[in-house]
């Protein structure tokens, strides 16, 4: 991030309100010096916290830039992504589901994508799943993923999938690093995904015809040390009603 751009940009929004530096802190709970430091893109030893009461006071959204030898993070975030997507549609297959991957959906004006998208043709149900490779942050996350289970029935008619139920999970790379951060807000991830690892898994291999929501942990299958080459996948776009994928 450039602290000299963010700071600009707090001033310029703050003014454009015509707000005093005081008026600004007093609506983003801050002291009236952080704020002048803020805008001088002093920010060193200001909290990030800090930093997103200043953000969203102006109506704007702080977001962190982390980069690693050019794309080299995106490919291995990718990969640990799709080594978790890959052990998750085995389950799904071995409890004889039918699986599609990186479901794209234009909707209502809504646009997006489930990273696995399941199907169960004696039960009728289906299960929106979204995998992390590390655990995200819990509100933005759990809206996400219940506007993704609201579009899921037309989603699924689309594709020919007769849908009674919507089961939806989050499902994240295990670590203890992930296991930490979930425990730090365990209260809104309990909140937005209720039922337990075991009892989730327990529901994908014998469904019923009930919505749940719940989080589920999995290994990183790959071998220690090693790098694992994603398997190619097509994106899976909408369907005309009523036609299915061979």
């Not at 309100?17 to 600004?24: C, E, V």
């Not at 809504?110 to 998208?117: A, K």
């Not at 979204?130 to 993704?148: C, F, H, L, Y």
């Not at 398997?231 to 369907?239: C, D, E, G, I, L």
Request: proline residues 3%; contains cysteine; positive net charge.
């Amino acid at each position: 991030m450039d602290r000299f751009r963010f700071g600009r940009s707090i001033r310029a929004l703050r003014q454009r309100r015509g707000w005093r530096q005081l008026d600004l802190a007093r609506r983003s709970g801050l002291a009236r010096s952080v704020v002048g430091r803020i805008e001088l893109g002093q920010i060193g030893r200001i909290a990030h916290d800090d930093l997103v009461a200043a953000a969203t006071a102006v109506d704007g959204q702080l977001a962190l830039d982390f980069r690693w030898r050019g794309e080299g993070l995106d490919r291995l975030i990718d990969e640990e992504h799709a080594a978790v997507v890959d052990q998750l549609v085995e389950l799904y297959r071995a409890a004889r589901w039918e699986i599609a991957v990186e479901v794209s959906f234009s909707k209502f004006g809504e646009r997006g994508s489930i990273d696995v998208f399941a199907w169960h043709p004696v039960v009728n149900v289906v299960a929106v799943n979204e995998v992390k490779a590390s655990v995200p942050e819990a509100g933005g996350t759990g809206i996400g993923v219940d506007r993704k289970a609201r579009l899921a029935p037309e989603i699924a008619r689309e594709r020919g999938w007769t849908c009674v139920a919507v089961a939806r999970f989050l499902v994240i790379r295990d670590s203890s690093t992930s296991r930490r951060r979930i425990g730090e807000h365990k209260r809104l991830f309990a909140s937005a995904f209720p039922v337990g690892g075991r009892d989730c898994l327990e529901w994908i291999r014998h469904p019923s015809a009930r919505a749940v929501s719940g989080l589920i942990f999995l290994p990183d299958s790959r071998p220690a040390g090693s790098t694992r080459r994603r398997t190619a996948r097509k994106r899976v776009r909408p369907m005309r009603s009523g036609s299915i994928d061979e």
